[in-house]
């Protein structure tokens, strides 16, 4: 049987069945894997920051959006008597263009080693060990030179490690101890930079609560005695971002589910125009002798061949088609788009493949049992 507009255009719709596949669901998966993963970095349940500090709703450490701020010093030692406090930890944050590494502005975040709860505990189960003294952690867009080190205003910063794209402005960011922070600035001020000397070192306050906190108690408290204050929860961070994702994912399937009944409704057309244009060559193959399972055979393995061939080309320009978009959505939602192991992607891989052969294989087990009524083939 020769190959006829209608084989090309089963093969074009079992290609494009599996691309929309392939594609939608890796989308859903690395979303909720990096939703997840970015979610359990947090690891703080409150953060204190000062009022009009253009701080973002989704959180100062998820976006990236560092500013550098002032919180009276009275505050975090407040935070430590309250009831429901188990951890209270400050953060400096600070921007410089003063550095050796790059042209992009870079974010250095300083953290209190003795207290904190959040950056070191992270780092630690990245590369398995602490933050030496003086050194530093950078993100995966700081470069570093063949002395593994990184130069601020004329002085030399040892770099400990490098991390892994993280899909927002902390690829551009230095964690370091505040005391390593201050040196940077020591080093800024020499070379003419400015800071407000009232300064406290605090940007802002990471808060791990326990069973006894009550949020609503908790911010009458501090409010009462510090103006200037904005409290916000993890939860109340995270919102907009996941209401964001899940708004994504439910239009995500139900674009998936809409283009896999157009295309399996075409597929079953264009088979049933494939059968009517064989139709003579299967009438005569069946009355020299043919059986009606072995026609049956032939137009499964001729569909099987060119739906195999689909799906591949499908994938494949699904993958083509992923990575660019992928890189464009984690820039908006400020967190790298990853699969949480390559289980997921396997699975994601053979649900994408054979689905399509499938839906194929059943149109011929409706059509062909149509033409064995057509042609009285009892």
Known sequence: ???????YLLFALIAFLASILFSGLLFSSSLDAGLSKFSSRFGADV????????????????????????????????????NGIQKATPQ?????????????KVNIIGFDPKSDFVIQPWIAKKFGKEIPSNALIVGSDIQINAEKSIRFFDEEFEIAASLEPLG???????????????????????????????????SAILIKTNENFDGKKFSQNVHSHFDGIQIASKKEMFSEIVKTVNLFQVISYALIILFLAIAFGCILIVFSLFIQERKEELKVIYLVGGSKSLIKKLVAIRVFKGSLAGSFLGILFGVLLTFPFRIALSDYFGFSLTLSHSFSFFLILLTAFFIPIFAAEFAVWIHFRRLVKQFNWG
């Open 47 to 82: 953060i204190v920051f000062p009022q009009g500090s253009a701080i973002p709703k989704n959180g100062i450490l998820l976006q990236g959006d560092l500013k550098t701020a002032n919180l009276p010093q009275e505050l975090l030692h407040f935070i430590r008597t309250q």
């Open 168 to 202: 927002n402005s902390l690829d551009q960011a230095v964690f370091a101890t505040i005391e390593t922070v201050e040196k940077i600035k020591a080093a800024a001020k020499k070379k003419g930079f400015q800071f407000d000397e009232t300064e406290t070192g605090i």
């Open 1 to 7: 049987m020769k190959l006829s507009k209608n084989d």
């Open 92 to 104: 400096l944050f600070f921007s410089s263009l003063g550095a050796s590494c790059c042209e992009k």
